[in-house]
DNA sequence: TTCTCTGCAAACGCTTTGCACGGAT
DNA sequence: ATCCGTGCAAAGCGTTTGCAGAGAA
């Protein structure tokens, strides 16, 4: 699955698909993912979508991603230590974390393809791959 | 650095040489770490020096190795979300958790150079790469 | 009615903080 | 006397769990 190709129109008919029962919340907080390019906490977006619905608890925001991950639409990012991060793009990719502004940046890269499946033996479930450091904007911005 | 190279012997000069006054409890610490393959958890560490050292606390042990990893001596490796593992080669490698067993294998990887220092014009610090799956010992086991 | 979703409140687990005691210089 | 390391107890914070009320079928 590719993020550009969920619309949000699309996004009902996503969770359908995905034996996702569509409930307004749901959909809202899958919205949300869709659209965000930062990879958002839970408290991200439940400061985010609290605009619009005020009664948005966060225990709704963990149902909802802890099913999200089960059903396979969002994966979990373990970049900081103490808290998840959420990303509806599940294709192999990398993540740049900014240490300066905070942001977190899609990177595609390319698996050697040798360890695509094994590596010394090991059968491979999942690859993660992320990078810490000062990103092009803050580079800029402090010369 | 290398693991290897750290004997138990040289430990003490290792923590001085990198200004840490190695206390009997910073050193026992950092001897557990270095001669540790499953890249522990402040838990595993602490009932397992505990035998040793019936006093020793948990608060010591997260002050000892937040020293040791602003001292550059260890690295944290955040796999789980909800803990950190502690991993006293710092040499840039990826690693590798049995889903199964729990255990944390060392994976040998060559990074692609052009992502050494910059990637996407953002400045690249650290590089932290690991896999989940079933270890082949988990693998024999089941058949 | 029955089943599911939501959300408050409490519990939980890892880590940090406050602080006092003890040892070394 | 001063400084630093240690460790108990409490606080902090992200996440999960228990449970009751609301809503859909």
Tied chains: 1, 2.
Excluded: W
């Excluded at 590596?119 to 990103?135: S, W």
């Amino acid at each position: 699955m590719n993020k550009s190709k969920i619309t949000i129109e699309g996004a009902k008919d996503y969770l359908v698909k995905n034996g996702i029962n569509p409930s307004y919340q749901r959909l809202k907080i899958f919205e949300h993912l869709a659209k965000s390019t930062s990879h958002p906490t839970v408290d991200i977006i439940y400061h985010e979508l609290s605009k619009e619905i005020p009664t948005l608890s966060k225990t709704t925001i963990y149902n909802t991603l802890n099913l999200f991950q089960r059903k396979g639409i969002v994966i979990g990012l373990t970049i900081e230590d103490n808290k998840l991060r959420y990303d509806s793009n599940t294709e192999l990719h990398a993540h740049f974390k900014c240490t300066k502004c905070g942001e977190v940046y899609d990177i595609p890269v390319e698996f050697p393809p040798e360890m695509n499946n094994k590596v010394n033996e090991h059968i491979v479930d999942e690859r993660h791959f992320y990078m810490k450091g000062t990103c092009r904007n803050c580079t800029k911005n402090t010369g």
